[in-house]
C-alpha cells in the first residue's frame, strides 16, 4: 500500500512556550529591540501539544517514578515478554526479554553507570528560571550597550549596538535549547529536536546496538530481521505510557530521552521512535527519517518496499513506514489503523530526516 501524501521536511510544533517580552529600562530601547525579541509562546499546562498516540491498543498507564533514580526493581511480564531494571554496584541495568517476528525469544540487556546516567539525564529538559535569568542578562547588556555607544557615537550606534546583543541573545537561547535537546523554530516555536536527539544517542546507545548483532549473528538474520528484533522489542518489551510535559518545573516536552526510556523501562510514540532509531543508527548505511502526524509520531526506514508495504517518498527514494510505538506487535511496513487513517488525512504528515 502507497500512500502519496509528500509534505516539506519541517515538523509540526509539539510545545508552545511562555512569551519572551524585553522588559527595557528605557523607552527607546524597548522600541528598537521589539523588531526582533523572540517571542516564546507556552500553552497554559496540560494543553501542550503532544504527540502520545500508541498504536490502537492502551497501554498499562503505570508509572515507575521520574529521574536519576527511577531505575528501581521492576518487572512487567506479558504474553513471551518481560523486563527487569534495577541499580546494582553503582550501576543502573535492564533486562529485555521478548518475542521478535520470526517468533523467536530473544533476551538484551543495558547497563549505565550512576554517575553517567545523572550526567546524561541533566542533558535535557530546561526550566523557566533559566530562560529568566537569560531575559535578565539580555535587559541589562541592553542597558549598559546602549549608554556606552550612545556616549560614544550617539543614537545610530547605540541602535547598532542593542542590535547586536539581540542577536547575540538569540544564539545563547538557541545554544541552551540545543543542548537540553530542544530547537527554536520558524515562527519562535520551541519543540523537541527529534534528530538531535536521535543523533546524540547513537554512540550512547552502541552497547545496545552491540547485543542485537550478536543476537543478529548467532541465528543468522539478515538486515530486515535485524530491524525488526530492535522493533519487536520497543514495540513490546517497553511498556507504552504517555510522559508528563512536566515534571515539578522542568519542561520535558513530553519525551523521554532514548537511555532514561530503556533505564525506566516505558515511553510513548515519540520516546520509543527515538529510542528505535538511536539504536538503528549503529549500523552504517542505514536511512531513516521521522514522520509526524497530528498526535502522533513513527518513522520510516530507507529501503524497496515489499507486497502490501505502506510507504513514504522522500527526496524521490522509498521508505517503508514503521510503528515503534506500540502496544501493538506490527511488523516494518505495517502501521496501525489510526495512524493510517491519519496518514492519510486532510493534515497530512511532515517528515524530518534522521540520518
Known amino acids: 500500500m502507497f500512500i502519496d501524501i509528500i509534505i516539506p521536511c519541517m515538523k509540526a510544533p509539539r510545545l508552545l512556550l511562555c512569551c519572551v517580552l524585553l522588559a527595557a529600562s528605557f523607552a527607546v530601547s524597548l522600541k528598537l529591540c521589539s523588531d526582533w525579541d523572540a517571542k516564546l509562546v507556552i500553552r497554559p499546562y496540560g494543553m501542550d501539544l503532544q504527540r502520545a498516540q500508541s498504536s490502537d491498543e492502551d497501554g498499562d498507564g503505570e508509572d515507575t517514578g521520574g529521574g536519576e533514580d527511577e531505575a528501581a526493581p521492576v518487572k512487567k511480564i506479558e504474553t513471551g515478554t518481560s523486563q527487569r531494571i534495577w541499580k546494582e554496584n553503582g550501576q543502573f541495568r535492564a533486562q529485555y526479554n521478548f518475542i521478535n517476528f520470526n517468533r523467536d525469544k530473544l533476551t538484551v540487556g543495558f547497563n549505565m553507570p550512576a554517575a553517567e546516567y545523572k550526567k546524561y539525564l541533566a542533558g535535557y529538559g530546561y526550566t523557566d528560571a533559566e530562560f529568566a535569568a537569560l531575559r535578565a542578562w539580555r535587559e541589562q547588556a541592553h542597558q549598559d550597550a546602549w549608554k556606552e555607544a550612545y556616549a560614544k557615537g550617539g543614537k545610530p550606534a547605540a541602535e547598532k549596538a542593542i542590535k547586536e546583543v539581540a542577536e547575540d541573545y538569540d ?7 540545543f543542548k537540553r535537546g530542544f530547537a527554536l523554530r520558524t515562527g519562535n516555536i520551541v519543540e523537541c529536536n527529534m534528530p538531535g ?5 547513537v554512540p550512547e546507545l552502541k552497547p545496545l546496538a552491540l547485543a542485537f548483532q550478536s543476537l543478529a549473528s548467532k541465528n543468522r538474520y539478515g538486515s530486515e530481521e535485524t530491524v525488526g528484533a ?3 522489542m520497543v514495540q513490546t518489551a517497553i511498556r507504552y505510557k504517555i510522559p508528563p510535559m512536566m515534571e515539578g518545573s522542568m519542561h520535558t516536552g513530553g519525551l523521554l530521552p532514548p537511555v532514561r526510556s530503556l533505564l525506566s523501562g516505558w515511553g510513548d510514540c515519540d520516546t520509543k521512535t527515538g529510542l528505535a532509531a538511536s539504536i538503528l543508527g ?3 548505511g542505514i536511512r531513516l527519517v521521522g514522520i509526524a502526524v497530528p498526535g502522533h509520531y513513527l518513522m520510516a526506514i530507507r529501503r524497496i518496499p515489499g507486497k502490501g508495504d505502506m510507504f513514504i517518498r522522500y ?14 506487535w506490527l511488523e516494518p511496513g505495517t502501521v496501525g489503523r489510526n495512524t493510517a487513517t491519519l496518514l492519510k488525512g486532510s493534515e497530512g504528515y511532515t517528515i524530518e530526516p534522521f540520518f
Request: glycine share 10%.
Open 171 to 177: 544564539t545563547k537561547l538557541r545554544g541552551l535549547l
Open 197 to 201: 536527539i536521535v543523533k546524540r544517542n
Open 230 to 232: 530492535v522493533m519487536s
Open 282 to 284: 549503529n549500523w552504517s
Open 315 to 328: 527526496e524521490g527514494l522509498e521508505y517503508v513506514l514503521i510503528e515503534p510505538a506500540g502496544p501493538a
